[in-house]
């Protein structure tokens, strides 16, 4: 993977001789989110902008630049800020793993057109932001057409990881979505803010009845590891429910893969 900086910005990362139609940012907060669309991508450069890493895909008609934001609503939103101010896109896709809020099963495709965003322990939602686009409607149809469970609907995004099958039954009732994630909301309101049209793409990692093994939000906080190992120390069978989260988030990276493969064939 050869690597090089930007500061300034940029009308395209190829010659304008090759210079694609279609220009796709796809924001992904985990590393393990990132690796399930770098399997399907193949061989990407590296680039720096403005304190940003992206690794920029060409293929066919499109060119993907693909950021790792972090876990979070407000890591996100700096990340799509940043990408915006530096480059004009045709698509902005929210990728990576989503808790179920229907009956599914692992590992299935979850796709939305729209997302809520909920605050606190509340789950009272703001109004639904949609950013409607022609390459949006291609990503549509390539889904209904992958050969997998594929639900479309709306996403609600919190700011907190919802660790119990009660809690994710509640936001499910007051949101009526399909998914839920911690960073689709902040994504899709930057893309409005700058006329990008917007797509949610997950796969599911947990299902609407399960229980988490542990409190994530815990791994989340500074201080929080302690507390997050000291949980774990004090609960053994958290172990046997990591061990099955761990196998859920592996098919459901397996089948992200699959999905950006036929995408970027179609």
Known sequence: MTSETSTVPTDSFLSSATQPSKRVAIFAATLWEVQAVQGALGEG?????DGLSV???????????????????EKARRAAA?????????????TGFACALIATEIGALLVGCDVVASAGQDADASPPVEVPGNEREVMLQLAEGAGKPVHIGRFVSTDHIIPSAAEKRRFASATAAIGLDMES?????????????????????????????LDFNL???????????????????????LCRLRRQSRAAAQNLTIFFRWYAQG
């Open 45 to 49: 450069v590296a680039r720096h902008i």
């Open 55 to 73: 690794l920029v895909y060409a293929g066919g008609s499109r060119e993907y630049w693909l950021v790792q934001t972090g876990v979070g609503p």
């Open 82 to 94: 940043r990408l915006f101010a530096h480059q004009s896109f045709s698509l902005a896709v929210s």
């Open 185 to 213: 909301a902040a994504l899709a309101t930057e893309a409005q803010r700058v006329g990008v049209p917007f797509v949610i793409v997950r796969t599911v990692s947990d299902l609407l009845d399960e229980d988490l093994p």
């Open 219 to 241: 791994f989340l906080r500074p201080t929080g590891w302690l507390k997050g190992l000291a949980e774990l120390i004090g609960h053994p069978s958290s172990v046997a429910g």
